[in-house]
């Protein structure tokens, strides 16, 4: 489009000459004056008679009516003379320096004048903008130094960057890296000259007509190329901010996806809009663009949102719409969860973690993405009558099932891919070598670095790290362990070209100094002295022809390189979790275990029940998660089924469900079981109606400490309730201990693990268990599951002393079990200083069963079940492993986030000839012990003690002050 610029009005300078007046004295002026006045006196009275006075005092009534109605139309015309003036200017062969400095004065004045200009120059063909362009980087370049050199090249080549901080300060710290447009405020300009510099970049949009940025270009029988997996109309958000439309163009863009300021930082826009982008050699910052619009608002208005929202009626109290169910709450679940809750639907968001948003919370690191985004979506969400559970496992607390009968018409299942993969070489199992999940969860979600949070962290200061693995976790985890002091090098099989990490990313990490190993694989881990990884042995890779990926396949060359290393971090990418897939058997999945949906369609197999992102794709990207959401909401609510008067009836139940699964968790009642051993009873009546004899609950006690895997002693569903049993061994107990009735858990995850596999014994069989110290109350209650079911049971219960000993007593749990199955029901004490019952640990009665049963005698031992100190566990493993008795131990206590997530619970099992790792959060709680490789295994249970120790004496120490 060419657009004629008219030649402008120019006003010249006509101001008329001086006139003489005649020199009298003072009289003779007053005579002549009062006749000139006289005779223009009547005259005037018999102009006021003319028609042409009657027509001029028409137009002056006109014009002050006009002026009274809409002052705006005389500024108008003056604009207008303006604007001709500027055109004027900009048909020159170039902007001079005077005119261009006035100009972007007024620009910056952020008024309807200034908006004028911006659609101007928006609207003006590229050369004018070129020479617009030309005279900022000539005349402005000293107020913005980013202006110097801006020409060249422009648009295609160049542009105004956003604000990145140095690597020598950002390195050092975790504040945000790419902080965008607005990051120039740091340097002093205004939120106004940020508002051009945004615009400025805008002007390099060609406003092509294809929308190739937003869907993509189309290939026969394939994807189309790049383009937003959201739909964000992008073409017209540019246009709308190349207009000076900042806020219009935030409405635009929130109307299809909430979380601009989330896909705009972490989106890989180099393969999705900017890939297609026009302008090749610099492709336009669309992403920043995108997330400076939210963050904009928010500056200049943070009660914005408030204030928008503040009349709407929520969802679940209009109840015109079914309600439904999101389950996760990363990118997938809350996009679908804002735009079903903008359409009128109320949502329940329910998570598995105490916080919100899934892998942008506790995957990507606060430089990249800061929690305070997400908190924002999350609070818009919630302005529009969201509800939210958190601590919350679909497939565990509760099944898609249970969600559907409460009154839940449609689920949105967005569970991700949390299920870190490792590589199974030799040497895994030491201490030192960890998933990066496990290692960003300890930063991000649970905020290790910082002093007064409890969750330790591994030592990083001034240590070797490598990360394995050449994603974007591999760059998190590598810029983590650098911010903590390491001294940092990434280990990747391919080549630099091939890194799936976004561009920017390993740009960055690089200029932090870390360092790149290319063409290497780990071939296994090496300890000295200790059980902690100590050297690396890597295999040289050449890279053969392309495999399945596209990519050039890495071929091991038979060469190997050693390393010294402190701190090894998987970064391999995440499988699917098995929960929900567990505990459906009827949702299909594909043979990498993600949810089958398909046929342009987010259906899952099961009725009404939807699914996208990671769950279904396997680890893909936060913006893909996104249009799956999108896309599953748009679905919903096209296929509204059900009536009025059941729709009240199910916002009614659902909303109940909500309400009771908020309910909060506190202690109603507590007792000293023996010192440093307190029991609680807790409100949760979630948990306890689902609770199954073996598993155990994570809970996180205050919102700055640990996660911790505690045993369920018992429930009550009716009631509502759980029992736990706490000993005072660490920080975090101590502190559980001392919390009193009434109090509430920051959050009580459950039941989680597999629940005890139970068997039917026939004949003079016993089930034995081996319960020490703190083992009775998880054996308690798979103990009394055996009964039920008709089992001969025997319980060895050791104590240190018969000062520690609870629950024997009269009327106590283990009484009432033996008052109620007499003949079934064998108890054996053993205390180790012989205070009470045997003296000796628990294996000197079981190793008496065992030898009996050699001998034919006694009841066989069916199974032996054995819950305590892991010494203890392992000593019963090797003692019934002669007799081939089938062993089972429980390692509830290694947990950490205990849903698979972060991979810590690792145990190293043999299983025909070779070693491979269980989890025993998802593999147990119970694993047959005779498996487990208890020397490789047992070190794992103190890979924190340094840190605990310091923890406690940091705790004993604040509490002497605090008394001083
Ligand atoms: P997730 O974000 O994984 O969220 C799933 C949520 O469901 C979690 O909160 C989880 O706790 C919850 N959940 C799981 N099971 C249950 C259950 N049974 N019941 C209740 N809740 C459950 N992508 C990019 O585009 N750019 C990046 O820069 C980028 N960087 C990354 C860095 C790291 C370290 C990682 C790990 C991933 C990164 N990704 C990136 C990938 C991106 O974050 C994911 O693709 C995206 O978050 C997937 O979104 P989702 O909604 O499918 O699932």
């Given amino acids: 489009m060419h657009i004629e610029l008219p030649q402008p009005k120019r006003t010249a300078n006509t101001a008329p000459p001086p006139v003489e007046t005649p020199k009298t004295d003072d009289l003779e002026r007053y005579r002549q004056a009062a006749h000139a006045l006289e005779s223009t006196q009547s005259e005037i009275e018999e102009l006021e008679h003319t028609e042409a006075f009657d027509v001029f005092k028409k137009q002056l009534d006109l014009l002050r009516r006009r002026l009274l109605n809409s002052p705006q139309s005389l500024r108008q015309m003056f604009i207008d003379d303006g604007a001709q003036a500027i055109v004027w200017e900009f048909k020159q062969d170039e902007l001079g320096a005077e005119f261009t400095k006035t100009l972007w004065r007024l620009l910056a004045r952020d008024d309807d004048m200034s908006a004028l200009l911006l659609r101007f120059i928006w609207n003006v063909p590229l050369k004018f903008k070129r020479k617009f362009i030309v005279a900022i980087d000539k005349h402005l370049s000293d107020r913005y130094p980013m202006f110097k050199g801006l020409s060249q090249g422009w648009p295609g080549q160049n542009g105004i960057p956003p604000y990145i901080r140095s690597p020598e300060e950002r390195a050092r710290d975790f504040g945000l890296v790419n902080q965008g447009y607005l990051g120039y405020m740091n340097l002093g300009y205004s939120a106004r000259e940020v508002d051009l510099l945004v615009w400025l970049e805008t002007l390099r949009d060609k406003q092509c007509e294809d929308r190739a940025c937003e869907l993509g270009v189309a290939r026969p029988g394939r994807e189309p190329k790049g383009g937003c997996p959201v739909k964000v109309h992008i073409p017209e958000m540019i246009a709308l901010m190349g207009t000076g439309r900042f806020k219009e163009a935030l409405r635009l863009i929130e109307s299809l996806n909430p979380l ?110 800061p929690n305070s985004l997400i908190d924002d979506v999350v609070g818009k969400i919630r302005l529009l009558g969201g509800q939210f559970v958190t601590n919350f496992v679909v497939g565990k607390t509760a099944t898609l099932d249970d969600l559907k009968d409460n009154g839940f018409w449609r689920i949105f299942v967005g569970t991700g891919a949390g299920l870190p993969r490792f590589m199974n070489v030799p040497g895994e199992h030491l201490l030192g070598v960890m998933s990066a999940n496990e290692f960003l969860t300890r930063v991000n979600l649970m905020q290790a670095r910082l002093e007064d949070y409890e969750t330790p962290l591994p030592e990083v200061k001034d240590k070797q790290v490598i990360v394995i693995g050449g994603g974007n976790t591999a760059m998190d985890a590598a810029r983590t362990a650098r911010r903590l002091g390491g001294i940092v090098t990434i280990v990747y099989r391919r080549t630099r070209s091939e890194m799936p990490a976004r561009v920017e990313e390993l740009h960055h990490a690089l200029e932090e100094g870390i360092e790149l190993k290319v063409l290497r694989s780990p071939r296994e881990f090496h300890s000295e002295k200790s059980a902690h990884v100590c050297h690396a042995i890597l295999d040289v890779i050449e890279l053969g022809p392309p495999d399945a990926s596209g990519r050039r396949a890495p071929v091991v060359t038979g060469k190997t390189e050693t390393m010294p290393v402190d701190l090894v971090i998987m970064a391999l990418g995440n499988a699917s979790n098995p929960i929900i897939k ?143 049993v706490i000993q005072a061994v660490g920080a975090s107990s101590i502190g559980i201990n001392s919390m009193g009735v009434g109090e509430a858990f920051t959050g009580i995850a459950g039941p989680l693990g597999q629940p005890s596999k139970l068997h039917r014994y026939e004949g003079e069989q016993t089930v034995v268990f081996c319960a020490g110290g703190l083992g009775l109350p998880p054996v308690y209650p798979i103990m009394r599951a055996h009964l039920e079911l008709g089992n001969h049971v025997t319980l060895i219960s050791g104590f240190r002393t018969a000062g520690a000993l609870f629950w024997i007593g009269e009327g106590e ?18 205390t180790n200083d012989g205070t009470f019952g045997v003296k000796g640990f628990v294996t000197s009665p079981l190793e008496g069963l065992l030898r009996e049963n050699a001998e034919g005698k006694g009841r066989n031992v069916a199974e032996v079940i054995a819950i305590g100190p892991p010494l203890m566990m392992r000593a019963v493993s090797e003692l019934t492993h002669p007799y081939g008795a089938p062993t089972v131990a429980s390692l509830n206590a290694i947990m950490v986030d205990a849903t698979g997530m972060c991979g810590a619970c690792m145990v190293p099992v043999t299983i025909d000839g070779r070693l491979v790792r269980k989890h025993a959060c998802i593999d147990g709680p119970e694993i047959d012990a005779h498996i487990i490789d208890w020397d490789k295994f047992l070190p794992r249970f103190a890979q924190f003690k340094t840190q605990e120790q310091a923890s406690l004496i940091k705790h004993a120490s604040d509490s002497e002050q605090a008394h001083v």
């Fill in 813 to 830: 749990r283990v009484d009432g079990l033996q008052k109620k199955y007499p003949d079934r029901l064998r108890v054996i004490y053993a």
């Fill in 260 to 369: 601009p300021d989330v896909t705009g930082r972490v989106c890989p826009q180099e393969v999705q809009c900017r890939s297609v982008c026009t302008l090749t050699g610099r492709p336009l910052e669309i992403g920043q663009l995108e997330w400076f619009l939210p963050e904009r608002e928010k500056l200049a208005n943070a009660g914005a949102d408030a204030e928008r929202w503040k009349n709407w009626a929520s969802p679940w109290m209009k109840a015109e719409k079914p309600p439904v169910a999101v389950v996760g709450s990363g990118p997938s679940g809350l996009i679908n969860a804002y735009l079903l809750l903008a359409e009128g639907f109320p949502v329940t968001v329910f998570e598995a973690f105490h916080e919100l948003g899934g892998v942008l919370r506790y995957g990507i690191p606060e430089f990249r993405l």
């Fill in 582 to 724: 567990d505990s459906e058997p009827d949702l299909k999945t594909s043979k990498w275990g993600t949810v089958m949906v398909g046929g342009g369609s987010q259906k899952t197999s099961l009725e009404g029940v939807y699914s996208g992102g990671d769950a279904t794709r396997g680890g893909a990207t936060a913006v893909l998660a996104a249009g799956d959401g999108q896309a599953a909401a748009r679905e919903i609510l096209g296929e509204i089924s059900v009536g009025k008067a059941e729709i009240e009836e199910l916002v009614e139940r659902a909303l109940r469900y909500t309400g009771l699964a908020q309910s909060p968790q506190t202690i109603l009642k507590k007792v000293n079981l023996a010192e440093g051993i307190v029991e609680m009873r807790v409100k949760s009546p979630m948990i306890a109606r689902a609770a199954q004899a073996g598993q155990f609950v994570r809970v996180l006690p205050t919102p700055k400490g640990e996660l911790i895997p505690l045993t369920l002693a018992d429930w009550d569903a009716k009631a509502g309730t759980i029992d736990l």
